[in-house]
């Protein structure tokens, strides 16, 4: 074995013990706010974790590097949950958004308070850390409208239509969550959970016709995406 082997090895020991730490100390940042509230201090969050205050700098820059990592965080665990529940080539395009959107609110009902620091920005952390996070949200949104743009290949339509429509979606999602939500973390639910899935998938399915129909395309909604699209008799 090569004297550098060995160092690389420990390199990547560390590298990944750094991970996990890192890992662990996110997972209880969500604990803490769900539990305290937006407005918790890296010193709650430290107390939490059963660590230090000076352990989380040692693995954070800083309290927005913090917070960006549990946008991260929150990205992936909505993607992770999305992606296995929808099937593009079989379920009808009414279904995917009203599977995403379940799982969405599922997770807004698990964390509603680390929903609120990026939705209302109340975190106190910098806006442009808010706003790396809000725009991992948005990458949500732009695959979804990619993996639409992709079963809908063969009718080349504006690309830019999908994004605008995803940015749309976007901006509707978390402006409704955070009337759902209300104002404070005491808040009640200004719905029953089912009733504001079915809404928020109305609305969802509102963008998806109105894009459509921008594109001078017809939509069934209850047919599988790459068969519920074609060309509207108007734009023939």
Not at 143 to 159: G, Q, R, S, T, V
Request: charged content about 30%.
């Amino acid at each position: 074995m090569k004297p550098g082997a060995k160092v690389d090895a420990r390199s990547e020991r560390w590298r990944e013990h750094r991970k996990k730490v890192r890992g662990e100390i996110v997972e209880a940042a969500f604990r803490a706010i769900d539990r305290l509230g937006p407005e918790l201090s890296v010193r709650e969050i430290a107390e939490e974790a059963g660590t230090a205050k000076p352990k989380i700098y040692r693995h954070f820059h800083d309290k927005s590097d913090l917070f960006e990592a549990i946008g991260e965080r929150l990205r992936d665990m909505l993607w992770s949950a999305i992606f296995p529940s929808i099937d593009l080539a079989n379920d009808s395009a009414r279904e995917i958004v009203r599977r995403s959107v379940e799982e969405y609110v599922t997770l807004v009902d698990q964390h509603p308070n680390v929903l609120r620091v990026f939705i209302q920005s109340r975190s106190g952390s910098p806006a442009d850390a808010t706003m790396r996070t809000l725009n991992e949200g948005r990458e949500i949104t732009l695959a979804m409208a990619d993996m639409f743009d992709n079963e809908l290949k063969d009718m080349k339509l504006d690309h830019a239509a999908f994004e605008l429509a995803a940015h749309a979606a976007f901006g509707s999602a978390a402006s409704a969550t955070e009337w759902w939500l209300g104002p404070d973390p005491e808040s009640p639910r200004r719905m029953p959970r089912e009733q504001f899935v079915a809404h928020l998938t109305t609305i969802m399915m509102g963008v998806i016709v109105g894009t459509a129909e921008a594109l001078g395309i017809a939509v069934d909604p209850d047919q599988p995406v790459h068969s519920a699209v074609r060309s509207s008799p108007a734009a023939s």
